[in-house]
């Protein structure tokens, strides 16, 4: 299993209703995506100084599942909402262990 996980800063123009509207987007896209296992999407609790505002955690079959996710055109449209506001993006791919 393949687990992607990214963290956000944004622009004080993104207001807190825009980013609640673009989570909830996020948390759609397990139902349009199909490669897409299971999507984790939060606000940062703590704001501390090295806190980034937002984070996801994705998880996929396979290096080929987070490709098709990278170019689904859903992810497309979240994409189109936060890149105008996005200050900062760091993500990580890795490997989890077979669970079973």
């Known amino acids: 299993m393949i687990r992607h996980v990214a963290v956000f800063r944004f622009a004080p ?3 807190g209703a825009q980013r609640e509207e673009w989570m909830a987007m996020l948390r759609a896209l397990p139902g349009r995506i199909p490669e ?3 999507m984790t999407v939060g606000a940062d ?3 501390g100084p090295s806190s980034h ?4 955690v994705a ?3 396979d290096l080929e599942g ?3 996710y990278t170019r689904h ?10 890149a105008p506001v ?7 791919d890795f490997e989890m262990p077979d669970p079973s």
């Open 73 to 82: 055109p859903a992810h497309a449209e979240v994409l189109k909402i936060s």
């Open 59 to 61: 998880d996929f079959d």
């Open 86 to 92: 996005k200050v900062s993006l760091a993500t990580v």
């Open 13 to 15: 123009s993104f207001t």
């Open 66 to 68: 987070l490709d098709a």
């Open 36 to 38: 897409l296992r299971s």
């Open 53 to 56: 505002e937002l984070a996801i």
């Open 45 to 47: 609790l703590v704001g």
